[in-house]
């Protein structure tokens, strides 16, 4: 399979799962997809090996239920420690399979590794996997996010970038503006920041979260949000 074979969204009509992290990336992808004619029929996200939280945000599981509740689709979730993560996720994907589905939702932008990792697990489970976000302008991306009318809560930064006064806060157009001010990335690609979507066109309702402490864990902070 080459690059350019997975830059586009899964064929119009057909059913697709998301690699879903709960965040704005993730989101965006699923909604490019079904903005394209395609139908979400379920979102995978994988847990720590407790089963307590997100490899990718650390997003408890009852966030992530409220989401695909909000959503309208089924959520698996799946937890694995890192050794086992890509064994785990093929066996997650083998799962789908039954279901019928065979194309796979990311919502990389550009960084190579993690593509040629999904062209490699989607393959092994005989599945095509699209990234609907593949090489479109960061800031852009950011802002069609913002424009469509989605809401998402910043819960994780990495301490030598933001300080903690941004956990918590929702982004929007003039945060944007801050962020290129100082040098962070719009999207947060190089790990500056990780969101919770809470709202927007795919929810049917949006989800009222509470925050809680704010725990470090390596060199990040996030702030704990519940339902």
């Known amino acids: 399979m080459t690059i350019s074979a997975v830059k586009n969204t899964p064929p ?9 992290s709960g965040g704005k990336d993730s989101c965006l992808a699923a909604y490019r997809a079904v903005q394209a004619g395609c139908n979400l029929s379920m979102i995978l996200t994988m847990l720590n090996e407790e089963g307590v939280r997100s490899r990718s945000h650390g997003l408890t599981e009852d966030v ?9 689709v089924p959520i698996m979730v799946t937890p694995t420690t890192w050794d086992g993560y890509e064994s785990a996720f093929i066996e997650s994907l083998n799962t789908i399979g039954k279901s019928d589905i065979k194309n796979g939702v990311f919502g990389d932008i550009d960084f190579i590794p993690h593509l040629e990792w999904e062209e490699k697990v989607c393959g092994e489970a005989g599945m095509t996997p699209y990234l609907p976000l593949w090489k479109v302008d960061r800031r852009a991306l950011l802002e069609e996010f913002l424009d469509a009318g989605f809401q998402a809560m910043i819960v994780t930064i990495r301490s030598e970038s933001l300080d903690e006064s941004y956990l918590g806060r929702y982004l929007d157009h003039a945060l944007i503006e801050q962020f290129e001010k100082i040098g962070i990335d719009p999207c947060g690609e190089n790990g500056e920041y990780h969101t919770v979507v809470t709202a927007g066109p795919l929810f049917k309702e949006p989800l009222s979260l509470n925050t809680g402490a704010i725990v470090e864990r390596a060199g990040y902070l996030a702030v704990d949000v519940g339902l």
């Not at 119009?12 to 879903?20: H, Q």
């Not at 992530?64 to 309208?72: A, K, N």
């Open 64 to 72: 992530l239920r409220g989401q695909s509740e909000s959503i309208g």
């Open 12 to 20: 119009a009509g057909t059913e697709f799962f998301c690699s879903w």
